[in-house]
């Protein structure tokens, strides 16, 4: 009996060719074209990685906006925009100050500087340039409701000068002593005590060149 049929050995050998046959085509099935990719490990491909988002970077914030601001060593011209003849500030005979027209012959009278009370503050004395009584600059103050030059006083309230920008920062109120300083179409000089409204006249710098830094 044993010798007619196949050796118990060779016939598990058969077996299992077979079994391992089958299981090879079934996973050729499995990981063709159109198969669920595999989730283990070493069935997902690997791609590159994705680099992480970079954080935005903000400029560095730089000194606050001057808005144009001379420094205390430029001396300028304080231009009414929108007026007839484009006036300019001027310090009259008599100490008060007036305008001039912008186009003329101006000189020293209507050039101007800018000291700040303090370094980086926003609160000036607007000094005469050029012009000098004793050897020393004149500073523009309100007197009687009007504007005039007098002795520098930095204690003094009444000299305090303030600029506020309008859109763009390239014109500004004039506010000295807490009043607006008003140009009317005829060039006359006016003061309106600031009530938070804006002035109905603004100016702009107009550069005349540099002078020494005044204490």
Known sequence: MAGMGKPPIAGLWLGAMTT????????QAADGPGAAPSNTASGVAAGPTAAPPSAAVSPSAGPAASHGVPQPNQAFQLQAVDRVEDPVLTVTASGRIGTYPGGADTGEREQFT???LSPGATTYLLKTARLRVGGEPLCVGVDGGRPHTTACDAADRDQRVTLVPGPGGTTFDLVVGGFNVEVGQAGKI???????????????????????QWP
């Not at 600031?194 to 540099?210: I, L």
């Open 20 to 27: 391992a046959m089958l299981t090879g085509c079934a996973g």
């Open 114 to 116: 800018l000291s700040p």
């Open 190 to 212: 006016s003061l309106v005590r600031r009530d938070g409204t804006g002035a109905r006249t603004v100016f702009r710098f107009v550069p005349t060149g540099t002078v020494g």
